[in-house]
């Protein structure tokens, strides 16, 4: 495993969102250092997913601090987050109908302005997504939920992004998928690749993750390694219990 970088790749300070009149993050500051994975949990309705979405430009209306590689985020379009290497796998896939799976690889580059050979790129990733491989010309929509999942974390991948955001990947996916994917993540934390991953399976997560930060009602309410937080039952129950 590469060495976790002293400085941090991303660095969130007092963040606020909001829908509409709704305030949802109520001043979430984390950080997240190259290198490393940090679950982020808690209920369902804590902000989890509004905090990635506010990360990557998708909130109607938010304030704060954002840097990511020493780039202030926060005035920046979606596309622009993107093109500085930081990827996003929303919870709903947004597999696009009509395109074959390796055409939808094909829009993971052209989403993120890269300049990578595409034929090199998609060869790399199909090996690191064996299903995939199997199924490059096949319409995406008509994969398995699971292998949806794969081929929307596998866009995400495919630019070689500098972090990536992962908003619950598994949930609804079969126990034999979610336990291929844990091994895709150990195997990218092992590379030393950075990922903040929302998920409501929280001992799942906790397994994967070096950092886990809990999230409650808009507000970071604990930071601590995963294996204290795995081994803490009291804080996941006050926390993040359903």
């Not at 963040?15 to 950080?31: D, K, P």
């Not at 979405?53 to 622009?80: N, S, Y």
């Not at 291929?180 to 399976?201: A, W």
Request: charged share 25%.
């Amino acid at each position: 495993m590469k060495a976790m970088a002293e400085t941090a790749l991303l660095e969130i300070e007092n963040l606020h969102a909001w829908y509409g009149a709704s305030h949802v993050l109520h001043g979430i500051s984390l950080q997240v250092k190259e290198g490393e994975v940090v679950a982020l949990v808690g209920r369902n309705g804590a902000g989890k997913t509004t905090t990635l979405r506010a990360m990557m430009g998708l909130m109607p209306k938010a304030t704060g601090r954002v840097r990511f590689a020493g780039r202030e985020l926060l005035p920046l379009r979606a596309h622009q987050r993107f093109h500085l290497g930081l990827a996003y796998v929303p919870e709903e896939r947004r597999i696009v109908p009509g395109l074959s799976v390796r055409e939808n690889l094909r829009l993971g580059l052209v989403a993120a302005g890269s300049e990578i050979d595409e034929r090199t790129a998609i060869d790399e990733i199909a090996e690191t997504f064996p299903r995939l491989k199997e199924r490059l010309d096949q319409e995406g929509v008509t994969l398995s939920g699971g292998e949806q999942q794969m081929l929307a974390i596998a866009r995400a991948l495919i630019a070689r992004p500098r972090m990536v955001l992962l908003d619950e990947p598994s949930e609804g996916i079969m126990p034999v998928l979610v336990e291929e994917m844990g091994v895709l993540f150990r195997r990218l934390r092992d590379e030393g690749k950075t990922l903040l991953l929302v998920e409501q399976n929280v001992e799942w997560a906790l397994r994967l993750a070096d950092r886990a930060v809990i999230i409650d009602q808009g507000e970071v309410v604990h930071q601590s390694s995963a294996a204290a937080l795995l081994a803490d039952k009291d804080i996941q129950e006050r926390y993040c219990a359903v």
